[in-house]
């Protein structure tokens, strides 16, 4: 119905159910319109686009998605009185106080033509089709106008009956006119022949709407009753009473699912749009709605006296939240999401997935695979009772060598979704087996030893041949899937022994790993003498020790405070606590910090704390503090701890020849990181003019700690700076630019290769680069040049 009439306004609301079946009325958004609470019509654009919203100074566009205003009708002094659209949406019709019918465009929102119709004001107004326009005057006059030629099809009279409203039927060529008297005419538009006349209501009609394919025609009643009609024939199809007072609103979904009426008494009336049979009555708690209008299959909106529009979305069942799930049956995911290490250009996948509704499919990138029935080989995967599930397999291709990862996404019928990742790691040709015992170049006492080594593809059969001569010849193994490690003894001659492997696949493959070892000549055995056992904890196989250390303040004034150095060392220390760090504990790792950091208490950690370690553990050392030359002998260099005394560095700072001395005797560890930021710039004091540490000098700290891994093979010394280089410290970044960049680097910066782990070669080149960055130059990284491990991991990522 396009009569104008102002609504009641609406306050915040709570559901409060009366009666009938459970639906579930979802409140999706709300959107506030501006001068909202002046605006009394809600009309449907029939594309289910957006709404218009009027008042007699205003006429408002209201899109559904995203709900919000989108813009106004430029009236001017134009009192609109009546609104209506054509059947497109692409056309507003307004109907002014002056009697005359105004068209303007949707999307420009300019008026396209205005056309005199009413000697009075018009009352009401519809439109139908594109270019039809039913109008009522308040000189109770009824006019038919061709919108597009600005003429007059026809008039005619409603008398005795006085019209109030008129509807255009939907899609037909039929008009209803409703009366004072609560009876309703529909005439044809060919001849304005009475057609019928719907006399079953005798209440004043205060709301009005056809379905959307014309076939019922709803009233609404200031008593609060809601008739129906079957168009066609007439006959009265429902009379309902569902609200007390008067009805402000009734509206048809799009698809006929269903009927809405909304009343003065807060109460909003569902029924279903076929049976017309009541599904539900609920209350708004202290507010009514003004008015509704479908603009989609279950979707409707309401507009609110206090200014706003809500979209609302009625359920028959309670919405899908549960996204479905997906697991991989094999291969079984390996510990902290390693990737699986294969030799081979394709791999293979079977895994499982669920949903608690509908499951829909997976894919494999963006490729659908082959659903099948779960079987006694997905055991692994155990989905709820009554759940929707199915099993899948699928062969992908490895394009590069390195990481490859393979994304699983399980979607159910709502477009919910669940991933899960495989990453496999495509071995290159040279590291398609790996001899893991003896060590290349060992040395062995006995007259035997054994080889183990891996192979990452699946093993047909194994050859060992010593110095040309075969021992083993096309062994098969118990264990021969990839990764396996397989294990073999074979003799040994005295002397060198150059010992072959060939490994062959079940695909053709064959590879071949050569290595050296020799065998000790002995005339006797003698039993060593056993010392004490190295103090170790319960756990078994390599081990991780650490010493950090960090000084900014100095016992001392004559040595210059540094601002980051204990935050630098504290901040390392904590990334060496965590999973990705280590997960050092306090057995483990010795923290010195400022007051901590005596010379004592350095000695003791560096000569009898780090002597637990044993040949295959792994020792990180870590100082951010002064270094400095003694004055009289420039050559003597020192890490200053607390309680130095710059003019007695001989019996109060840690000398560095000492740190030599502490690799070689003391840590038996082949496996040693130092990282140093101990070269700061500024003296250590006024009187102590030969520091040897100035901006401009040759900084022999930084070239002797880089000298140091030349004491011990397998040291790596990595230096904030290098030889007449300072260290430099910015307050932004609330640390020692090295030690910045290189916990950044650890925390998964520094991951090139994207394999989830940082080695120390990783590490390293990423704080060398940064760090020239951030100081333009001016400070550069050093590290030893000697034989290390370049692979060495040092960090995880969590992923």
Known sequence: ??????????????????????????????????????????????????????????????????????????????????????ASGQTIVTGAADGSIATWTTVSKTLSKTIKVHSAGIVALAVQDENIAFSVGADKSVRITDLLGGTNLGSLSTAPYEPIGILAVPGGRQFAILTSSGNILIYNLSG??????????????????????????????????????????????????PHRGIVNSVAFDATGAWFVSAGADSTVHIADGTTLQTVQTRRTEGAAWSQVAFTGEHLFLAFTGTGSVERWFIRKTPPDLEPPAIVIVDPAPLPGGLP??????????????????????????????????????????????????????????????????????????????????????????????????????????????????????EVSSFSLSVNLIDLVRGQRPKLHRAGDVVSAEIPL?????????????????????????????????????????????????????????????????????????????????????????????????????????????????????????????????????????????????????????????????????????????????????????????????????TRGVGVTEQNLVNQYLADLSRSKEGTVVFTASAAGEVSQEFPELGHGVFTYFLLDGLKGKADYNNDYTISINEAMQYTEEQVKRKTRGAQNPTRSQTSYDKDMTVSLIQH
Request: with cysteine.
């Open 340 to 457: 699986h290490r294969i030799f081979a250009t394709e791999f293979s996948v079977r895994g499982a997935a669920w949903d608690n509704k509908k499951l829909a499919g997976v894919t494999v990138g963006a490729k659908p695979v082959t659903l099948a029935p779960m079987g006694p080989a997905d055991t692994l995967a155990v989905p709820p009772a009554g759940s929707s599930s199915a099993a899948f397999s699928s062969t992908f291709r490895l394009d590069t060598v390195g990481v490859n990862e393979i994304t699983f996404t399980a979607v159910d019928a709502v477009g919910l979704m669940s991933t899960t990742r495989v990453r496999v790691e495509r071995i290159a040709p040279n590291d398609a087996i790996e001899v893991l015992a003896p060590a290349t170049n060992a040395e062995i006492e006995g007259v035997s030893t054994v080889i183990q080594f891996r192979s990452w593809f």
């Open 493 to 689: 001659v005295v002397g060198y022994n150059q010992v072959q492997l060939t490994v062959l696949g079940t695909k053709g493959e064959r590879m071949s790993k050569t290595i050296g070892v020799s065998r000790k000549y002995t005339q006797t055995v003698v039993q060593a003498p056993k010392g004490a056992p190295k103090k170790r904890t319960d756990a078994s196989g390599p081990q991780r020790w650490a010493v950090v250390i960090g000084v900014s303040d100095y016992q001392n004034p004559g040595i210059p405070s540094l601002k980051y150095a204990h935050k630098d060392a504290e901040a390392f220390a904590n990334f060496l606590r965590t999973p990705e760090g280590g997960g050092y504990d306090n057995e483990h790792m010795r923290v010195l910090l400022n007051k901590d950091a005596t010379l004592p208490n350095v000695r003791d950690a560096l000569i009898n704390f780090l002597s637990n370690a044993i040949d295959i553990d792994l020792v990180v050392l870590y100082f951010a503090g002064h270094g400095a030359p003694e004055p009289a002998r420039p050559q003597n260099l020192y890490l200053l701890t607390h309680d130095s005394d710059p003019t007695r560095l001989g019996t109060t700072a840690f000398p560095m020849w000492q740190i030599q001395d502490v690799l070689g005797r003391y840590i038996n560890s082949k496996r040693i990181i130092v990282f140093t930021d101990a070269c700061h710039s500024g003296g250590i004091s006024v009187n102590f003019a």
């Open 192 to 241: 304005l022949a009475l057609a019928s006349q719907l006399k079953d209501n005798t209440s004043r009609i205060t709301a009005a709407a056809f379905s959307n394919d014309g076939s019922k025609l709803a009233v609404g009643t200031a008593d609060g009753q809601v008739f129906i009609w079957a168009t066609s024939s007439g006959l009265l199809s429902a009379k309902l009473a």
């Open 1 to 86: 119905m396009t009569t104008i009439k102002r609504l009641t306004i609406l306050l915040p609301f709570l559901w409060v159910a009366v009666m009938a079946q459970e639906v579930l009325p979802e409140r999706q958004l709300s959107a506030p319109v501006t001068g909202g609470s002046a605006l009394r019509a809600v009309l449907n654009t029939r594309l289910g686009s957006g709404i218009v919203l009027a008042s007699d100074r205003n006429v408002k566009l209201v899109a559904t998605d995203p709900l919000g205003e989108t813009g106004q009708l430029p009236l001017g002094t134009t009192r609109v009185t009546a609104v209506d659209l054509t």
